[in-house]
């Protein structure tokens, strides 16, 4: 029996994903790019698993073409989440379908997402509806991107719009996916397009995606004040490996760095703190990352540490006092032999984190299905739901089994302790 702290019927349980990584056939400045890197990128040779590396050396893994076609089957996926315990699913707007060229926006498409939201109203699904995950109209990149403050009000635009069209559907906005991960991969680590690598616009382009976000609060707002609006902010959990006031000091910095810069900068502009849980970082002296022995690694090559999920929601719920979402958290775990316990883990230390006073009032597992893992193709295996891309058929996983359970044993905790 597990103990009562998730918040009875109100807590949001659920799945994420995002247009690009599971809709197929968009176009949009990945379409572009995937097109022109995905024989440079089958060619890289490491950090890759033995299963994958038949299919981390095909280029056709690196380009997103029909992927899992969600925008089709969004209906057989919904019913699969209800059917796993969820009553919440995260997921975003592809803005490049609703808006294709500059001002003029398709009223089919709009059309598609609001009959999405209606479904998810319809079997009880609550919609977490985000308003950019990574990817730009052409258009938009044609007139500079990100890295033109004077573009962040064509986003505010498309925003309003939205507002306007599906508002009557959606409690909860998410404006921007991961600031601070899209200007450094884009513009400083050269990994995704436009793929430079300038500190300059690292810097500009994070601070126009906040100052989108902050516009993009208030103008929300300023349409209907019961929303419940946020941005979803990656940030690692950093600890020390060895106790000695160096160690502590590099922390600190990273804390302010990773953690804190984003958040202080739009914390009048949050209703919640969407926060994506991914990443451990282990400080020894300047190397932030120690691998341990004792380390477990997801297929992605990444520590997984589930324990540290309730003290990273202690840390941020300290210092902002504001209800927390987690919008995602998963692993890459092809065999699934590693996510039942993961998630086990994790829901188990934010229990303890809610019982040490933490509000936190959703838990988002990414992803409801495998997915396109941006630079890295498809290989990576997200999913609580097994996708096969020949044939499109879908098959929840065993540790979508133990989410369920969990779910429920967590829900009748709570319900017997609140009545
Ligand atoms: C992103 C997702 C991505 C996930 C796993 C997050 O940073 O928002 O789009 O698939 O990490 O890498």
Not at 151 to 166: A, G, K, P, T
Request: glycine content about 6%; aromatic content about 14%.
């Amino acid at each position: 029996m597990k103990t009562g702290t998730f918040n009875g019927k109100d807590f949001l349980w659920g799945s994420a994903t995002a247009a690009h990584q599971v809709e197929g056939n968009t176009i949009n400045d990945w379409t572009e790019w995937e097109k022109a890197n995905a024989h440079r990128l089958a060619s890289r040779r490491f950090g890759i698993p033995e299963h994958a590396v038949g299919q981390a050396q095909d280029a056709g893994n690196y380009q997103s073409g029909n992927g899992a076609q969600h925008y089709d089957y969004y209906k057989q996926d919904l019913d699969l989440a209800k059917q796993l315990g969820h009553n919440a699913y995260r997921f975003s707007i592809e803005w490049s379908r609703v808006e294709p060229a500059a001002g003029h926006f398709d009223t089919e498409q709009i059309a598609h997402y609001r009959e999405k939201l209606q479904y998810m109203r319809q079997i009880g699904l609550e919609p977490v509806v985000t308003l950019w995950h990574f990817t730009s109209p052409l258009w938009f990149v044609a007139r500079g991107g990100w890295l033109n403050k004077q573009n962040v009000s064509l986003f505010v635009d498309y925003v309003c719009r939205m507002e306007h069209e599906l508002g009557d559907l959606v409690k909860y906005w998410i404006t921007i996916n991961e600031p601070r991960v899209y200007s450094t991969m884009a513009y400083l680590h050269a990994e995704w397009p436009p793929a430079s690598h300038s500190l300059i616009s690292t810097w500009r382009t994070l601070h126009n995606l906040l100052l989108a976000h902050k516009i993009s609060y208030k103008v929300l707002k300023a349409a209907n004040s019961n929303y419940l609006v946020s941005f979803s902010h990656n940030a690692p959990y950093n600890v020390v490996h060895k106790h000695n006031i160096f160690n502590k000091l590099v922390v600190w910095v990273l804390n302010h760095f990773l953690v804190y810069y984003e958040l202080d900068r739009v914390k009048n502009h949050l209703d919640y703190i969407g926060l994506n849980f991914y990443f451990t970082n282990v400080v020894t002296g300047l190397k932030f990352n120690k691998s341990l022995s004792t380390d477990l690694l997801s297929d992605l090559g990444w520590r997984v540490a589930p324990q540290n999920i309730g003290p990273m929601l202690e840390l941020v719920y300290a210092r902002y006092k504001k209800p927390i979402i987690i919008t995602e958290n998963g692993i890459a775990d092809a065999k699934d032999s590693l996510r039942s316990w993961f998630i086990t883990q994790t829901l188990e230390s934010c229990s303890k984190a809610m019982q040490n006073g933490v509000n936190l009032i959703g838990y988002l597992h990414w992803s409801l299905i495998d997915n396109f893992e941006w630079a890295y193709g498809f290989w990576p295996r997200f999913g609580l739901i097994e996708v096969d891309y020949q044939t499109l058929q879908r098959k929840p996983r065993p540790s979508a089994l133990t989410y369920k359970s969990l779910i429920e044993q967590y829900s009748q905790a709570s319900t017997s302790t609140t009545s």
